[in-house]
């Protein structure tokens, strides 16, 4: 029998990308320039090719048909992460922010970057080490998404402060 518990906790990453992909969507309709909505096209991209990267981990997984058990506490940990931390587009508060507050709604993609990030380092424990490398790679992907955001941050902090003679 396949680990039941391996494969929710995959279902948690693909509806992480999922919600991610749908976030930047939104994001690039409220981008004020060309290039904002670019960036953020592209980061919705690339959630969906980790939506597809976690759902043939899956599929793998089902054909093995193997895996360890992993204490119920533990699965319980990553859910309760799942449900506290990652996008939730259609969360009338984010959507609001994104329309009113596009500084923060750039705040609030950063933070849920490095808490996937978080979230996919715990799910290595779920994986079979000969699949590691895949979820390090989404990880690194994940970080250079982190980065991406904090330096359009930057560049708009830096933007206000020119408009605005004031400091940020």
Do not use: W
């Amino acid at each position: 029998m396949c680990n039941d518990a391996t494969t929710k906790i995959l279902e948690l990453a693909v509806s992480i990308e999922e919600k991610g992909e749908t976030f930047f969507r939104h994001m690039a309709e409220y981008a004020s320039d060309e290039r904002q909505k670019e960036l953020f096209l592209y980061l919705a991209t690339e959630e969906e090719k980790h939506k597809d990267i976690f759902n043939y981990m899956i599929h793998c997984i089902k054909e093995a048909d193997k895996g360890e058990d992993y204490p119920d506490n533990y699965f319980s940990y990553l859910q309760d992460y799942y449900q506290n931390s990652v996008f939730d587009p259609g969360c009338r508060e984010e959507l609001l922010m994104m329309k009113s507050d596009f500084m923060g709604a750039l705040d609030l993609a950063i933070r849920k970057e490095l808490e996937s990030i978080v979230f996919y380092e715990e799910l290595k424990q779920f994986i079979e080490a000969e699949h590691h490398a895949i979820i390090d790679r989404v990880i690194q992907e994940e970080r250079q998404h982190f980065t991406k955001l904090s330096e359009v941050k930057q560049v708009l902090c830096e933007l206000g402060k020119e408009v605005q003679g004031i400091q940020i």
